[in-house]
């Protein structure tokens, strides 16, 4: 009896001695059997956590309710039942409420947001005022905090998870232990200096791979593939554990700044094995280095939010301004107003456009900012002619700045440090003022 056993089928062929084949019931003995190929576990391992991590946050945001139950019912009885109804249309709420949070004869969900453009604007507001808020406030802004925690990948502190060397020295102590092709073990100079380029904005991605291996010395592949991944370049696998055998993984080149990179990073963790833990180690460098990025001067994430919020609305009021003096009308409605499938314009971008002064949400999935900005340089900035705005409007995308959006993947790399700081801000500067 022989056997050919595949992924996908197993033949097999009853011989004689001279491997004639033998015949039962007239038939020749060989043949085949065909079967799907045997999957990981790693696409119901990802739905599981994900349904785990809503329940957490489902159990979370009702034990919060509980909390602010009593005093929200004493200002608004119906406060939490518009909240759940809010994604239905007017005539299938059972209030039968046209806004969402606020009803009041004096405030309303146009004041609201007039006053408070974004969450952020309410959570800096709340951390800062010295006046009495509805408490209808104080929970939405916690909710959010609630909501959107954080994760829990570092220890200690906000102070002490902004520092570089702590979380930098694991990488590298790791990468000796495992004995890659890597001999260099950076002075505290040399770490001032990488940090100095990986928290600069300044730079492109290019621009901060070059500085790196000067600054370090990198000549090998190893070397170069590991700082080349703190920029959030794209590398090679092999390159990084200097084995061809990865060039056969299903991922055989990843980049922290792939906005998949969180879908196929289970595969890439099966394939690794242990090896893992230096591509874990790594991205904690590169989650660094865009927290301090987004953090910026600034104390609290917030702050560093609402900063986002202005130069959007900056950079918006520029282009918007380019496009119709130098490129006309047409131009301007094809980019801002036009809702087309695979069209990835400033619509598709921000998942809505504007019509008779009202916002309203497009049909389908929203495009990713490296897509856009790809549409954006074809469909306007190779049209402009050179001009000062022309240049800013380059060196912003070169360096993924141009109309920073609120809600990005790089939310996911913030620690829940950040948000448990404003929570205890909120609670300390409100806890005389409102019911305890």
Not at 167 to 189: G, K, M, N, T, W
Not at 308 to 329: F, M
Request: charged share 35%; aromatic share 12%; net charge negative.
């Amino acid at each position: 009896l022989g056997l050919d056993i595949g992924t996908e089928s197993v033949g097999y062929a009853v011989t004689d001695e001279n491997y004639n084949i033998l015949k039962f019931n007239g038939k020749n003995m060989w043949g085949s059997r065909l079967f799907d190929e045997a999957q990981t576990a790693a696409e119901r391992r990802t739905f599981r956590s994900g349904r785990r991590r809503l329940q957490r946050r489902a159990w979370r945001i009702q034990l919060l309710q509980e909390l602010f139950s009593e005093e929200i019912s004493k200002v608004d009885q119906s406060f939490f039942v518009k909240m759940k109804e809010s994604p239905l249309i007017l005539t299938d709420k059972t209030n039968g409420q046209k806004y969402t949070l606020f009803n009041d004869d004096d405030y309303s969900d146009i004041d609201y947001y007039s006053e408070f453009p974004t969450i952020y604007h309410l959570r800096r507001y709340l951390m800062k005022t010295q006046d009495t808020p509805d408490i209808r406030l104080v929970y939405l802004a916690i909710h959010h905090i609630m909501k959107h925690r954080g994760h829990a990948l570092f220890t200690g502190s906000l102070e002490k998870i902004k520092n570089f060397n702590e979380v930098f020295r694991q990488l590298i102590d790791e990468i000796i232990a495992e004995e890659l092709e890597f001999s260099i073990y950076p002075d505290q100079e040399m770490n001032d200096k990488i940090e100095s380029i990986l928290k600069n904005e300044k730079l492109t991605k290019l621009q901060k791979k070059m500085q790196l291996r000067k600054v370090t010395g990198a000549k090998t592949r190893s070397e170069k593939a590991v700082f080349d991944l703190l920029c959030g370049a794209t590398v090679k696998v092999s390159d990084i554990f200097n084995n061809e055998e990865f060039d056969n993984i299903e991922y055989s080149k990843i980049s922290f700044s792939d906005f998949k990179y969180d879908e196929y990073q289970v595969s890439l963790e099966s394939d690794l094995n242990e090896l893992f833990n230096i591509i874990r180690l790594a991205k904690a460098v590169y989650d660094w280095s865009v927290f301090v990025k987004l953090l910026g001067e600034y104390d609290s994430i917030s702050e560093a939010k609402i900063a986002i919020y202005e130069k959007h609305r900056q950079d918006l009021t520029k282009l918007k301004k380019t496009v119709k003096c130098e490129l006309g009308i047409e131009a301007y409605k094809d980019f801002f107003e036009k809702t087309e499938d695979k069209y990835n314009n400033y619509v598709a971008y921000i998942g809505m456009t504007k019509k008779n002064g009202k916002k309203n949400p497009i049909n389908g999935v929203k495009c990713t900012k490296e897509d856009f900005y790809k549409c954006l340089e074809k469909a306007i900035v190779e049209k402009l002619p050179e001009s000062e705005d022309k240049r800013y409007i380059k060196e912003e995308i070169d360096k993924g700045d141009f109309l920073p959006m609120q809600t990005s993947k790089d939310n996911g790399i913030l620690p829940n440090q950040v948000h448990l700081y404003e929570l205890n801000a909120i609670i300390e500067n409100l806890e005389d003022r409102i019911p305890v």
